[in-house]
């Protein structure tokens, strides 16, 4: 079975520090993961990818996410938060066999507030 | 150049009536995928179609619920008989392939449907 867990519903940080969102995933082979962003009544906005090679990903806006497959984590970051990154941040796992034919596997999306 | 296009943006019918929403992939994407938010839910897959076939239907919630795809290119999802729990953002997605591809989903803003 593959799962994705966000463990907090809600962060809240500063402007200017340093962001963490938490994600851990479950698949039976390699994963490939995926971060998304949204905003209030749009879609979901494609920030960065782990499919293989280096743990450090970097993506759109000046995120990142570390891979780390002994804890099964796939955390996003940022070194420096704005305002502007309040959203709600969603994980994704896909086992990279490709027995799911296709589909992602969601997590149940974090709600990011950066206030100034 | 043209993202993921669907439509209506917003719908509101009475329940018991029958709704269509529409889903316009990115040119050339040969997968698509219908998903659906709601309040306190997170993202829910429903079905994924590779070409005009849906290789993967085990998402939708009950018979009441279809989908076809034709060309290759545009995505109808139909409910009959609506219900109010029904009522959520419905989401497409495409990729230029499916299956254990690694390539992002890129989403559409979806219809938010409101059952009354």
């Known amino acids: 079975a593959q799962s994705v867990a966000q463990p907090e519903d809600q962060v809240n940080v500063a402007e200017g520090n340093p962001l963490t969102v938490k994600c851990t995933y479950s698949?039976?082979?390699?994963?490939?993961l995926f971060w998304y962003v949204q905003y209030p009544n749009r879609g979901l906005q494609f920030l960065l990818k782990?499919?293989?090679?280096?743990?450090l990903v970097k993506g759109s806006y000046g995120f990142e996410a570390e891979f780390n497959k002994s804890q099964t984590s796939f955390h996003l970051k940022k070194p420096s938060a704005l305002v502007s990154d309040s959203a709600l941040y969603f994980c994704?796992?896909?086992?990279?066999?490709?027995?799911?034919?296709?589909?992602?596997?969601f997590g149940r999306g974090t709600q990011l507030t950066v206030w100034p | 150049g043209a993202g993921v296009s669907q439509s209506p943006s917003n719908k509101v019918t009475e329940k018991g009536k029958d709704v269509e929403l529409r889903c316009d992939p990115i040119?050339?994407?040969?997968?698509l995928y219908w998903y659906r938010q709601s309040l306190g839910q997170g993202l829910e897959f429903l079905i994924y179609?590779?070409?005009?076939?849906?290789?993967?239907k085990s998402g939708l919630p009950s018979d009441r619920f279809s989908a076809e795809r034709t060309g290759g290119s545009v995505s109808t999802l139909t409910i009959q008989r609506t219900q109010q729990e029904d009522s959520a953002v419905y989401l497409c997605?495409?990729?230029?392939?499916?299956?254990?591809?690694?390539?992002?989903?890129?989403f559409g803003d979806g219809t938010r449907l409101s059952i009354l």
């Open positions: 179609f590779q070409g005009n076939s849906a290789p993967d």
């Open positions: 698949v039976s082979g390699n994963p490939y």
């Open positions: 994704a796992v896909r086992d990279a066999r490709g027995s799911t034919l296709g589909r992602l596997y």
């Open positions: 040119s050339g994407h040969t997968a």
């Open positions: 782990y499919i293989t090679g280096d743990n």
């Open positions: 997605a495409s990729s230029p392939r499916g299956g254990g591809g690694n390539q992002p989903q890129h």
